[in-house]
């Protein structure tokens, strides 16, 4: 027990603290969620993709575990809330949320700092995270934007939003000058800094903002939707996880460090994201911030669960 309230002391209770901040900044002074919103997503998340990966070790042989533990996981995900779906009859709007709701994760402004936090700064397991957190920056801006709009808009329009998206860009550039040993200019190097290390802070406390800006009451007629969403995203998710990491082992051997950084990953609470393709795109945002809201409530304690059982495991 002692080590359990040590972890969340440690561990989950300074990111709480950050989103508390952006709580209490927004209930003072009203702050406009869409400015925050743009320069986390147009300046200081790109700039951290790009520093992350620019910088960050990453093998090959650890790309290809990552990247085929991800598309397993999001394709069991996917299968899964498509149950919940069809049992509960969702029409198109709704359809579209709740598989928003589960599929992306915050893996960002929550993973990266746990990630830090929980493995002491070890590269390896950043590197893994890097890997999540660029998925899904790339899938909510691309699959996410035509999940949204698929049942109300043509793909014209559709084409038109996702290729706006600056993380499309960012990342294979930060791969390709990487891997071709370009050398970034200081003059570059160093504005890129500032904007990377702005991210978490800032990111933290725009989901505080938003977290402020709603109505923390749960609507009765969506009580039951948010509980499956929240089931599916912080119970059902790192289950899931564990059982393809034991499926995978045998054949790819995954070492501890990998199989707890993909299984941490998979623990964090509903994206920020999927509120903003809500807002940004008129679909649901009700359900969505509600998701958003009592997921990140709930992380706390079952994050907390979850590296408890990673370190008696390890």
Aim: aromatic fraction near 10%; include cysteine; hydrophobic fraction near 55%.
């Amino acid at each position: 027990m002692t080590i359990f309230f040590q972890i969340l002391l440690n561990n989950v209770l300074p990111l709480s603290v950050m989103i508390a901040v952006g709580v209490i900044l927004q209930r003072a002074f009203s702050l406009d969620i869409k400015t925050l919103s743009k320069l986390n997503f147009y300046l200081f998340s790109p700039a951290i993709m790009f520093q992350l990966i620019y910088e960050t070790p990453i093998s090959v042989s650890a790309f290809g575990q990552v990247m085929l533990f991800i598309a397993l996981f999001m394709a069991v995900q996917f299968a899964a809330v498509e149950l919940v779906i069809r049992a509960r009859g969702y029409g198109g709007g709704m359809k579209a949320a709740m598989r928003n709701s589960v599929l992306f994760y915050n893996s960002a402004n929550y993973g990266i700092p746990l990630n830090q936090l929980v493995f002491a700064g070890n590269p390896f397991t950043l590197s893994v995270q890097v890997l999540v957190m660029m998925v899904q920056n790339l899938v909510p801006n691309t699959y996410g934007v035509y999940n949204v709009n698929a049942h109300k808009a043509d793909w014209k329009a559709i084409r038109r939003i996702i290729v706006s998206m600056p993380s499309i860009y960012v990342i294979p550039l930060a791969f390709a000058m990487r891997g071709l040993e370009i050398p970034l200019p200081n003059s570059l190097y160093t504005p890129v800094g500032y904007l990377a290390s702005a991210f978490i802070g800032t990111a933290l406390i725009t989901l505080g903002v938003q977290l402020g800006s709603m109505s923390w009451r749960i609507s009765r007629s969506l009580a039951a939707d948010v509980g499956f969403s929240v089931c599916l995203r912080l119970l059902a998710g790192p289950a899931l996880a564990w059982l393809i990491i034991l499926a995978l082992t045998p054949i790819i051997r995954f070492d501890e460090l990998t199989a707890a950084a993909l299984i941490l990953s998979s623990a964090v609470p509903t994206s920020l994201s999927s509120v903003l393709l809500a807002v940004e795109f008129d679909n649901e945002a009700e359900f969505a911030s509600q998701a958003v809201f009592v997921s990140t409530v709930l992380s706390v304690v079952t994050v907390t669960v979850v590296i408890y059982m990673l370190n008696v495991q390890m």
